[in-house]
């Protein structure tokens, strides 16, 4: 059965430094979908980042980066440069299966990340 | 910002009742999808829909129902409220070849 497993209940970090969030996984599944998604305070579920089994670079988008480590069965989320506003709760997601439009995820757990001046 | 409205945001019910949650969008997605969030869980999937009329079980279904008749809407529906169902529901849609699913904002129920 597939699993998320993020180990980190909450990270600190201050503002401007670097961040990583750890998330590993479990799957027997060769072809899956890795996600990030933010949580702020105001309850809402953004999504950040997308990395397919199958993509030879790690995903990146702004100040987000996946590091993907397929051997390692981790997916671990970058932050780079962290502002006020990433302060929030992030949630590591996989989706089992070649269709990229049918996204039934399961979740870890959370990471609370808190960024302070 | 995905066209996702779930209704009603927040709800106070009593053991044994019926409640329907329900989640409308916009975009013309095919796949829907329930899941409740709850502290020590992250999201869990309660139910979700391939097309009208078309819908399967997820993680957590015992307790609820849904259905959808139109591409549209997708409700939620808990037959006789337990304090159990007491939690945070998120609708999501999504759509052949995109990489994400989108969420709603949630809806927050109580059962007392």
């Known amino acids: 059965a597939q699993k998320i497993t993020q180990t980190q209940p909450g990270m600190f970090v201050q503002e401007k430094e670097a961040v990583t969030l750890d998330c590993t996984y479990d799957?027997?599944?060769?072809?899956?979908?890795l996600f990030w998604y933010k949580q702020p305070s105001s309850g809402e579920m953004i999504f950040l980042i997308y990395?397919?089994?199958?993509?030879?670079q790690n995903a990146t988008e702004g100040r987000y980066s996946l590091n993907f480590q397929k051997a390692r069965k981790s997916a671990n989320l970058v932050i780079s440069a962290s502002q006020l506003g990433d302060s929030a709760m992030y949630f590591c997601a996989m989706r089992e299966g070649p269709d990229t439009g049918f996204q039934k995820l399961v979740f870890g757990t959370g990471t609370r990340l808190l960024v302070s001046p | 910002d995905a066209g996702i409205t779930q209704s009603p945001r927040h709800k106070v019910t009593e053991t044994g009742t019926p409640v329907t949650l329900r989640c409308h969008q916009t975009e013309n997605h095919r796949y829907m999808y329930w899941y409740r969030q709850d502290p020590g869980h992250g999201l869990r999937l309660i139910h979700y829909?391939?097309?009208?009329?078309?819908?399967d079980k997820g993680e957590v279904s015992d307790g609820y129902s849904v259905s959808r008749s139109k591409t549209e809407d997708f409700l939620l529906t808990l037959e006789s409220a337990t304090s159990s169902q007491t939690s945070v529901y998120f609708c999501?849609?999504?759509?052949?070849?995109?990489?994400?699913?989108?969420f709603g904002q949630g809806t927050r129920l109580t059962v007392v």
């Open positions: 990395q397919g089994s199958y993509d030879q």
């Open positions: 829909s391939y097309g009208v009329k078309d819908t």
């Open positions: 799957t027997s599944d060769p072809s899956y979908g």
């Open positions: 999501a849609i999504s759509d052949q070849g995109a990489a994400e699913a989108f």
